[in-house]
C-alpha cells in the first residue's frame, strides 16, 4: 500500500467514525409484518441450555399489550423446575420453548438458581398471577380473551371471577375439549376455526404441560395476531376449586410442597422421586458457575476477537489502513506484516485479509489471496493497487478477492468497509446462534443491568 499518505481523505472517514463513537452490534431484524420495525430484544439469561427472559411481572404484561397494539402476535411459556428438567430429554419439548416469544421462570428455584450464577431475575412471574395481571391490563386497553381448557365448568368459573374483578373486560369464547381432543384431527380443526372466528387478542390454555404447549404449537398459526399463554391448573385456582399456597409459601419456593399435600398420589413422583435431585444438581450447579470468572461468552462474539491481518512493505501505508480500521471497528484485533506473507502462524485463523498488490514492484497480490483462499475459504479478503488496471483487477477477482481498492483513492475504500461492517455482523448473529439455543447470557437491557451491578458491587464488597 505504498505511497498512500494520510490525505483528506483518510481523515474524512477517520473523524467521520471516531466522532460517531461507533461500535457494532448484531444486526437487527427487519421489518415485520405490519411495516413496523421489530421490537427490541428482551435481556435474557441463560439457563441449563434454556433462555429465560428477565422481565418483571407488569414488564411482561406491558410487553404483550404493547405488542398487541402494534398488532402482532406472539406466546408466553412460563418454564419451572418440571419444565427445566423435560427440555433436556425432550428434543420436541426443546424446541417448543425455542419458539416461544417470551419464557418467563414461573418457579422459585429457577430464580434462585439464576441468581447463584449471577445472573439474578427481577422476580419470579408465576402463571396463576400473570392470568390476572395480564386480565387486568387487557380490561384497561379494550382486549378480549379466549378461555381453552381447564376442568369441566372451571373455564366458565373463571371468566365470571376475571370479568367480576375487571369491569369492561371482553370474554371473546370458552371451550373445554373432551378428553384425548388432541389426538383427533376433526377436533382440532373444529377447535381451530372457533378460535378463529371468535377472534380474540388473547388466549389462555390450560390444559397442563406439555399438552398445553403442543395444542398452542398447533393452533396459534390460525390467529397469529393473538397471544398465546399457556396457564395449567390456573382456571381451578381463579374458580376456587384448587385451593392456592399461601403467599408465604410461593415466596419460601414451597408451593410445589402444598401442591403435594393435595395431590400426593400423583405428585410424589414428580415431585419428591425427580425434581428433588434435579433441584439439588440445578442449584448446586449454578453455585459452582457462579464463583467462576465471567467468560466472554456474553460478548458481541463470544471468547474469540475478530482478527485482521495487514500485509503491505510500507510501514506507513500500515499504520495508516490500522487508524481506518481500529477507529471504526474497535472490536478488530489486527496484526501487520511488512513481507508477503499470509501463513497462520499461531495457527488461529485471520477473518479480514488486507493484502497489497505491489512488492518491489512485483505485482503478487493474486497470489496471496489465493494462498488465503486455499487455507481460509470463509475469510474475507481485500487487495489494494496503485495502479488499478483491467488486467490487476481481473487477476485479483479470479484469485478470490472480495473487493480491490486503489491506494490513491481513500473514498473507494467505503465500500469495503460496509463489507467488513456487515460480516462483522454476521459474525454475531452466528455467535449467538451457536451460543445455545438461545444465544448464552444476551441483551442486558434495562431491567437486568442493573441488577447484575448490583450483584457484582455487593460481590466485591463482601
Known amino acids: 500500500m505504498g505511497g498512500v499518505s494520510l490525505d483528506g481523505g483518510i481523515l474524512e472517514i477517520v473523524n467521520e467514525n471516531v466522532s460517531k463513537e461507533r461500535r457494532l452490534e448484531p444486526a437487527l431484524p427487519g421489518p415485520g409484518a405490519h411495516g413496523l420495525d421489530e421490537p427490541a430484544a428482551l435481556p435474557e439469561v441463560e439457563l441449563r441450555g434454556i433462555g429465560i427472559h428477565a422481565i418483571s411481572e407488569k414488564e411482561c404484561v406491558d410487553h404483550v399489550l404493547d405488542e398487541l397494539d402494534r398488532g402482532r402476535g406472539g406466546w408466553v411459556v412460563t418454564p419451572n423446575l418440571d419444565h427445566l428438567m423435560r427440555a433436556g430429554h425432550d428434543a420436541d419439548f426443546r424446541s417448543m420453548y425455542e419458539e416461544a416469544s417470551l419464557r418467563i421462570a414461573d418457579g422459585q428455584i429457577l430464580v434462585w438458581a439464576c441468581s447463584l450464577q449471577r445472573t439474578p431475575l427481577p422476580e419470579r ?63 382440532m380443526a373444529h377447535l381451530s376455526r372457533k378460535v378463529h372466528e371468535a377472534k380474540p387478542d388473547i388466549v389462555y390454555v390450560a390444559l397442563g404441560s406439555p399438552k398445553q404447549e403442543r395444542v398452542i404449537r398447533h393452533l396459534r398459526h390460525d390467529r397469529p395476531e393473538a397471544w398465546w399463554l399457556g396457564v395449567g391448573i390456573s382456571f381451578s385456582f381463579l374458580s376456587g376449586e384448587v385451593s392456592r399456597a399461601p403467599v408465604w409459601m410461593r415466596r419460601a419456593g414451597l408451593e410445589w410442597f402444598h401442591r403435594l399435600c393435595m395431590e400426593p398420589r400423583r405428585l410424589f413422583k414428580r415431585y419428591v422421586l425427580r425434581g428433588m435431585p434435579f433441584a439439588a444438581s440445578l442449584l448446586t450447579g449454578c453455585a459452582l458457575r457462579g464463583t467462576l470468572p465471567k467468560a466472554r461468552s456474553s460478548g458481541t462474539y463470544g471468547r474469540r476477537t475478530p482478527r485482521a491481518l495487514l500485509v503491505d512493505d510500507d510501514k506507513d501505508a500500515l499504520e495508516h489502513l490500522e487508524i481506518v480500521l481500529t477507529s471504526r471497528f474497535p472490536d478488530l484485533e489486527i496484526e501487520k506484516r511488512t513481507s508477503p506473507d499470509v501463513r497462520d502462524i499461531d495457527g488461529a485463523s485471520f477473518d479480514f485479509y488486507f493484502l497489497d498488490n505491489d512488492f518491489d514492484g512485483e505485482a503478487c497480490g493474486a497470489a496471496l489471496a489465493a494462498e488465503v483462499r486455499a487455507q481460509a475459504r470463509d475469510a474475507t479478503i481485500f487487495a489494494f493497487s496503485g495502479t488499478l488496471g483491467i488486467d490487476a483487477l481481473k487477476g485479483l477477482i479470479n484469485a478470490g478477492c472480495d473487493g480491490v481498492c486503489e491506494k490513491g483513492d481513500p473514498k473507494s475504500w467505503r465500500p469495503m468497509l460496509s463489507t467488513i461492517e456487515k460480516r462483522l455482523s454476521e459474525m454475531a448473529n452466528e455467535h449467538q446462534r451457536r451460543a445455545g439455543s438461545f444465544g448464552g447470557v444476551r441483551s442486558a437491557a434495562h431491567s437486568i443491568q442493573g441488577l447484575l451491578e448490583d450483584w457484582n458491587e455487593r460481590g466485591k464488597a463482601a
Do not use: W
Open 125 to 187: 412471574v408465576a402463571g396463576s398471577d400473570l392470568i390476572s395481571s395480564l386480565s387486568a391490563g387487557a380490561a384497561k386497553r379494550g382486549r378480549s380473551l379466549f378461555l381453552l381448557g381447564g376442568n369441566t365448568g372451571s373455564a366458565e368459573d373463571a371468566a365470571r371471577v376475571l370479568t367480576a374483578r375487571h369491569p369492561g373486560l371482553e370474554i371473546a369464547g370458552i371451550e373445554c375439549p373432551p378428553v384425548g381432543f388432541e389426538k383427533d384431527p376433526l377436533a
